[in-house]
């Protein structure tokens, strides 16, 4: 060993083979549980022997996971941060104990970005602008009263999809978003904070749900108060997993813009990269594409997740 970098954080395959610490958020919905099964199999498939981690939604589960994976001295650690804000002390660790570390999913707001290899995942502005501005051309020539459904507070893709969509409806006189708050990217979540909507704003004619998962559990609320999701309530989701893909196709959901989980493959080839020294670039950004009702019958049988 040259006792650079490399070999110092390379104790723990042996053979070559390289073992990466995964640090999952939880299994709040669809779309995580279709991204753990992405990881867990493209791990598989590239020989790469994954330690992984289910922080079951807490910040301080995945902080004690990464401490202990870099115990361990796995060759990379990659996780999905919970939230946003608290990990440069942390991510200061595995960078002097020479361990690269692979955002996934969700970024981090670390001013310092010597402190990660790369991002690898959605660009949620652009998710929330594509969700706002389906809005503008749909629902702006009618007042329309908007319950936004959000995901888990701090968290990237809360942030992001409120800012994508309020930069997209900004100046639309007819579209006002009357509630907002967090369900916390569960369908039980969304189930309730759409109950406490409704009782609060009866005026609601319109959900926007920063995912899936959510915007199911506020169907069964807009049923329960007596009236039909997709037609006295509009509402727009993200994701386009299974489940809200048959929402959406049955005209319960009426439009989805989707934000890919199948990051597996990308991930294992980058954390091959990184292991191996080369030069990655900082961001890579996930392709993803909308869905209307129609598109959402086609796409159907051929959805994996
Ligand atoms: O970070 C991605 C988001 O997390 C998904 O949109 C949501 O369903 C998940 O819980």
């Known amino acids: 060993g040259g006792g650079d ?5 390379g104790g723990s395959g042996g053979d070559g083979t390289i073992t990466m610490g995964f640090s999952q958020v939880g299994a709040e919905s669809g779309w995580r549980t279709a991204n753990t099964a992405s ?6 498939d590239a020989g790469i022997e994954l330690q992984f981690s289910d922080a079951q939604g807490e910040q301080e589960n995945q902080i004690s996971a990464i401490r202990s994976f870099i115990q361990q001295r796995v060759d990379v650690i990659a996780f999905s941060p919970v939230v946003e804000t608290g990990w440069d002390s942390v991510l ?12 996934t999913d969700r970024a981090v707001d670390s001013e310092d970005d010597s402190l990660y290899e790369t991002f690898l995942g959605s660009d949620f502005v652009e998710e929330g602008k594509k969700a706002g501005e389906w809005a503008v051309e749909n629902w702006g020539s009618q007042p329309t009263f908007v319950a936004e459904l959000q995901g888990t507070t701090g968290a990237a893709p809360a942030i992001d999809r409120q ?12 579209i006002e978003v009357v509630a907002s708050q967090s369900g916390d990217f569960t369908r039980a979540g969304g189930r309730e904070v759409m109950e406490a909507m409704l009782n609060s704003n009866p005026e609601i004619n319109a959900v926007y749900a920063h995912n899936d998962d959510m915007a199911l559990g506020a169907i069964e609320a807009i049923e329960a108060a007596g009236k039909t ?4 309530i509009q509402i727009i ?3 386009a997993v299974r489940d809200g893909m048959q929402a959406l196709a049955d005209g319960q959901i009426n439009f989805i813009v989707e934000c890919n989980p199948l990051l597996g493959d990308q991930l294992m080839e980058l954390a091959e990269q990184v292991v191996a020294g080369e030069e990655v670039p900082k961001r890579v950004v996930t392709e993803e594409t909308t869905f209307t009702q129609e598109q959402a019958v086609e ?7």
């Open 5 to 9: 970098d490399s070999s110092a954080s």
């Open 39 to 44: 990881i867990q199999q493209s791990a598989e």
């Open 92 to 103: 200061l660790e595995a960078q002097r104990a020479g361990i690269p570390v692979i955002l």
């Open 163 to 174: 800012q994508g969509f309020a930069d997209a409806i900004e100046g639309t006189d007819n």
């Open 229 to 232: 999701p997709g037609v006295d």
């Open 237 to 239: 989701s993200v994701d």
């Open 299 to 305: 796409a159907l049988p051929d959805r994996q997740y």
